[in-house]
């Protein structure tokens, strides 16, 4: 198991956008690659996610995190939820910094916060700290169309090291389920993580 160490471990956000299944299924996937996750659902994303999927997130964050572990087969220690007020977690500050951090889904709203350096919140906190320590920063942004204002967020994010990765789906792998499509845009993400997978051929292949 890969989970040694707060500075090799990856904060995973979840903002209340729509496509809760990019983030429920990006879980999943680093659970079972062994990787320690630091996870922070916001109020918004909890609600979407019980309006899109049949996973239930409720409760305090300690509770959450049992559900989570419990659902995707974690071990102790594995998997940590945070809450948006939670400042004593290791995200929050540099000295503890993650090695990346996915907002995934993004909203325009976080966006905008990451882009202008907010930290009202943890998640917000812990995107700042990844851009002041270059940490890969990966934020699966999902809002369409998109105006000047997002645009002008994005190109900033992108200046400044992030990784901008809308959740634009290809087809060239012939999907036949959501599942397929769900699956294009984690494997893009791990992809971006450095963690080895097989969701879906790569270009070129048989």
């Not at 700290?129 to 809002?143: D, G």
Request: proline fraction near 5%.
């Amino acid at each position: 198991m890969k989970h040694t160490g707060t500075r090799n471990s990856i904060a995973l956000a979840m903002t209340g956008a729509s496509g809760a299944a990019y983030g429920l299924r990006l879980l999943q996937c680093l659970i079972q690659a062994g990787e320690q996750v630091h996870l922070m659902i916001s109020k918004p994303a909890q609600i979407v996610i019980a309006m899109e999927s049949d996973v239930k997130v409720s409760g305090t964050p300690k509770e959450m995190q049992q559900q989570l572990s419990a659902s995707y087969g974690a071990a102790d220690g594995q998997l940590h939820v945070w809450g948006k007020d939670q400042w004593s977690s290791p995200v929050a500050s540099g000295s503890g910094a993650p090695r990346a951090m996915v907002v995934c889904p993004c909203t325009s709203a976080f966006l905008s916060a990451a882009a202008h350096g907010a930290s009202s919140d943890l998640m917000e906190r812990a995107a700042d700290v990844a851009i002041k320590e270059q940490r890969k920063l990966i934020l699966v942004h999902r809002e369409t169309p998109l105006s000047a204002i997002h645009l002008e967020n994005a190109l900033k994010l992108a200046r400044l090291g992030a990784i901008i990765l809308p959740a634009n789906p290809g087809f060239y792998q012939n999907p036949t389920t959501m599942d397929d499509l769900v699956d294009f845009i984690v494997a893009r993400i791990l992809d971006h993580l450095d963690i080895e997978h097989e969701l879906l051929p790569r270009w070129g292949d048989k």
